[in-house]
């Protein structure tokens, strides 16, 4: 422990350092702008403003992306409270009350108790994984293959079973991800698959191309500008402040929304916006006045808002110490270390101190910032908003070209981007959520790898996975989910995950 | 309209009154809400979404062919691949078979297909200019004509706002954050 904290020591004398607080603080004004603005999650941001970190040291990369990532979903919390329009998916359960708050009056004290739980929720988190990664990575460097791909595997049935839209559909989704996963060289072999002789392919498809086309150009063609709402409420800066009564209605919503997000965001998968929606149907289901939920519960904005800031940072979690992305987000983060000659994973901590501690603790003085950033200037934020949307989309496209290519230097991957923006048109008409498909992407040649390790150790034997205790703990894990979601699925059963969709499509629509 | 199944004798008839009348509904941005039971074969959007997903993954195995499956103790570079597309076309048959749950195919809204298909086509033909005319100009090109052509904006404003943004956006990443962008002819 004594280790811990002179080690947190020496990561707050990095992350104070000007040059690092100013990117830490640049990271979380772009992240807030990220949020706020509709058609752009941190997801896309962050893969567009990759290459501007191109020019920066790993540890100043690192504090700036997360900064934006964290940043968003504080962000996003303005547009659904203000506009009932979620800047990111994360802050859809948000839109309920929060606008219904916002229509009587209180959009100030939303905006507060948002940020507020937000900050709670990221702070309390960035202790927690400052207590639990670096014994995390000592217990991981004994993880072998088959414990990654029982880890993998369990990270896709947990975000198959949690999707309150179809299980078949996510499972789908996360197929397609895995075979895109799959183009270019076999690692093991050196065969080529399905690169069609294209040069540029041999690498793989890269996750920035596919993460910008999908949710930030598939975005924009699914909005057309006529479409686009520009009515907002504007709170007054005195009536920031929640009355006694509100702070007394959120506390408890906000211990809970931070638990739950936290340890939501450590198991892979869509965490942030799973661990929002969770909280919403459990504050609704402890509520003592359940019937207030949808007309402005304070409850039903400070769980939400709380948790889903809370998974953002739990979900750095096993990406710190165990080098595995448990998001697509988290999987950019880890791309962009590695362009900076840093390995992430188990090691991390012993390699590269300056990283792993001076990024934790530019999370605490990040988390600090964002709470100063959303209050006084939420005026400033809401203003961007009122740029035309006309105006606006031409130059998201415009930094989607750039952020692709910038990032190999190469057309193929805008090409490729293109592409992916009319396939992520073409999900959303038809109901299909992108998220699992960009982390089968990502986890692809993970999995595949460790995979054929397995049975190669094994001799082809797939008890394996079975024989080991932390790999068969997972798989017992992997196994109860599947056989919870088939029972729903088989007996057309209204579990509770189709009951919280039913009530959540009832309410986002009324 | 809605009421013309009861006037026609062939339900297939009616089935297809009521199909082109929630088609226009559909293209015109309405909501629907509708109930076409009674006809012999409503395509759904999952019926298609698993035919697709169902050819994908045949495409996947086609593809496949020459990949190495290997065995369990020595899998080949065939191996998931094959796995994978197995449970694709698995899923795509269930999604298929369930499609009774899904929206009916022909009252999807398509409002903004024509909104989506110009963004894409002046977007391709930026991104195939690219390399060619460099940063600047394709940028200015493309956000000139996405405002002038899509939005219907006057050309002065728009020329103005393009040209200004792609100007700061170089500045900013050439000279401030130091990102070289890709120089068209002109070096720049």
């Known amino acids: 422990m004594e280790s811990t904290i002179l080690s947190l020591a020496h990561g707050f004398s990095v992350a104070l350092a000007p040059a690092n607080a100013w990117y830490a603080f640049l990271g979380c004004l772009v992240g807030t702008l990220v949020g706020v603005l509709p058609g752009i999650g941190p997801l896309a941001g962050i893969s567009i403003l990759l290459p501007v970190t191109f020019g920066l040291n790993a540890t100043q990369a690192i504090i700036m992306l997360a900064g934006i990532y964290y940043g968003s979903q504080y962000g996003g919390s303005t547009t659904s409270i203000l506009m009932r329009i979620p800047g990111e998916a994360s802050s859809v359960m948000t839109c309920i009350d929060g606008y219904a708050m916002a229509k009587k009056g209180r959009a100030g004290a939303a905006l507060c108790i948002a940020a507020v739980g937000s900050w709670v929720g990221g702070t309390v988190g960035v202790l927690v994984l400052t207590v639990v990664a670096p014994p995390l990575a000592q217990i991981a460097v004994s993880f072998g293959p088959p414990e990654y791909t029982a880890l993998l595997v369990l990270g896709l049935i947990f975000l198959a079973y949690m999707s309150s839209s179809s299980l078949i559909r996510t499972l789908l989704m996360a197929c397609l991800g895995l075979l895109l996963g799959m183009i270019g060289i076999d690692n093991m072999t050196g065969h080529f698959r399905y690169s069609f002789d294209l040069a540029e392919l041999g690498d793989g498809i890269g996750i920035v191309p596919v993460a910008v086309g999908l949710f930030g150009l598939g975005e924009i063609l699914s909005t057309p500008s006529s479409g686009a709402v520009k009515d907002i409420v504007s709170p007054r800066l005195r009536d920031l402040l929640p009355t006694g009564k509100e702070w007394n209605e959120a506390a408890l919503p906000i211990a809970r929304g931070t638990v739950l997000g936290f340890i939501i965001g450590i198991i892979p998968g869509s965490a942030h916006i799973i661990s929002s929606f969770l909280s919403y149907a459990i504050e609704r289901r402890v509520s003592k006045h359940p019937k207030e939920f949808g007309k402005g519960a304070v409850a039903g904005v400070a769980g939400p808002e709380t948790a889903n800031n809370a998974a953002s940072t739990g979900a750095f979690v096993p990406l710190l110490a165990l080098g595995i992305p448990t998001s697509p987000i988290t999987a950019v983060l880890i791309g962009a270390l590695m362009i900076h000659g840093v390995s992430v994973g188990p090691m991390l901590v012993n390699e590269h101190p300056d990283v792993f501690w001076g990024f934790v603790a530019s999370m605490y003085v990040g988390n600090l910032m964002l709470l100063v950033l959303n209050l006084p200037l939420v005026s400033l934020f809401v203003t961007v908003l009122r740029i035309p949307y006309a105006y606006l989309y031409p130059l998201i496209i415009m930094f989607c070209i750039i952020g692709v290519y910038e990032v190999n230097n190469s057309i193929v991957d805008v090409w490729i981007m293109l592409i992916m923006g009319v396939v992520g048109y073409a999900l959303r008409k038809f109901d299909f959520d992108p998220a699992p498909l960009v982390l089968g992407l990502v986890i692809a040649p993970i999995l595949e790898q460790s995979l054929r390790q397995s049975l190669i150790m094994s001799n082809g034997n797939y008890l394996i996975f079975f024989s080991r205790p932390i790999s068969l703990g997972l798989m017992l894990v992997s196994i109860g989910l599947l056989a919870l979601a088939a029972n729903a699925f088989v007996l057309k059963r209204a579990d509770w995950r189709a009951r919280l969709a039913e009530a959540e499509t009832g309410e986002t629509e009324r | ?188």
């Not at chain 2, 390399?131 to 002038?148: D, K, P, Q």
Request: charged share 10%; hydrophobic share 55%; glycine share 10%.
């Open chain 2, 1 to 188: 309209m809605p009421n013309a199944r009861k006037t026609q004798s062939t339900p297939s008839a009616a089935c297809r009154d009521d199909v082109s009348y929630h088609r226009s509904l559909a293209w015109a941005g309405l909501e629907l809400s509708v109930n076409l039971e009674g006809c012999l074969m409503t395509l759904r959007a999952d019926h298609v979404t698993g035919a697709f997903f169902i050819g994908f993954g045949v495409l996947v195995l086609a593809l496949s062919g020459d990949l190495p499956t290997g065995n369990l103790s020595m899998p080949g570079s065939g191996f998931m691949p094959k796995i994978v597309a197995v449970l694709t076309i698995f899923f795509g048959v269930v999604l298929a078979v369930r499609a009774g749950e899904s929206k009916i195919f022909a009252t999807l809204s398509w409002n903004d297909a024509k909104h989506a298909g110009l963004v894409v086509g002046i977007t391709a033909a930026a991104v195939a200019l690219f390399e060619w005319l460099g940063f600047l100009a394709t940028n200015a090109l493309l956000i000139l004509t996405l405002l002038v052509v899509i939005e219907r904006r006057p050309l002065l404003p728009a020329a103005v706002y393009s040209i200004g943004v792609v100007a700061i956006t170089y500045v900013l990443f050439v000279y401030i954050l130091k990102t070289p962008l890709q120089a068209g002819p002109l070096g720049f």
